[in-house]
Each structure stands twice: as structure tokens, then as C-alpha cells.
């Protein structure tokens, strides 16, 4: 499963499997989500095995799945996960508008926590 730290990797993500841009149908391009976890904050504690095991919070994150459905009932047949995102970080995404810059860092923290203590946004 790809785990997305970074917004151009979610247009990637985007472009390869969505038939639009336009996410309130993006059942119809066969993607289903969820989210998991309990914290909502980015700190890049998500989603390992170990985190399990960790007294620490998982952090949410959305789970991006492509799906089979009866055609008749609609429900799920198959679900295959594909790909993650941190919640609070695709959330960072949505509101800054152009959010190309923002990425996971190395140390864990997001890009936009990073420029806001710089004083730059």
C-alpha cells in the first residue's frame, strides 16, 4: 500500500485513479475510504505494525481502497487498499489552497506546521 506523505504524490494518486478530479464521485471510479486511527494530528506516527504495540496514538489516516461491487445489490465484493494518507495532513492540503510545498518531513512533521512557525504562513 502507497503511503502518500507529499500533495504532488496525492495528485498522482489522483490522476491514476480517479476519472476526474472530482472527488464527490469518486465511487464511480470504483475507490472506496476509511479512516483509522485516534489521533487527529500529524506527527508521522501512521500507519506502521508497530504503532500496535506503541503507547503512543495511531493518528488517523484515510485509507484509500478500490472496490468490486454486486451490480445488483451494490454491495462490496472485493476491497483492495491501496494507498493512505494522514488526515490531518490531507486536511492541511484542502486549506491552504495551493499546498504543492507541503510534505511529511523527515523528523515526522508536516510542511505546514513547519512554514507556520517560520512566521511565512
Not at 99 to 120: A, F, K, M, N, Y
Request: aromatic residues 8%.
Amino acid at each position: 500500500m502507497q503511503l502518500i506523505t507529499d500533495c504532488s504524490e496525492f495528485t498522482q494518486f489522483t490522476d491514476e485513479n480517479l476519472g476526474s478530479t472530482d472527488w464527490q464521485h469518486a465511487a464511480e471510479s470504483y475507490l472506496d475510504a476509511r479512516v483509522e486511527g485516534r489521533a487527529f494530528t500529524a506527527h508521522g506516527h501512521w500507519p506502521r505494525g508497530v504503532q500496535c504495540t506503541l503507547k503512543q496514538p495511531l493518528e488517523q489516516h484515510v485509507i484509500f481502497s478500490r472496490v468490486v461491487r454486486d451490480h445488483f445489490t451494490g454491495a462490496v465484493m472485493v476491497s483492495t487498499d491501496i494507498a493512505a494518507v494522514n488526515l490531518a495532513t490531507l486536511c492541511a492540503w484542502a486549506a491552504a489552497g495551493s499546498p504543492e510545498s507541503l510534505t511529511v518531513q523527515p523528523d515526522g512533521t508536516d510542511g505546514h506546521r513547519q512554514i507556520r512557525e517560520r512566521g511565512d504562513g
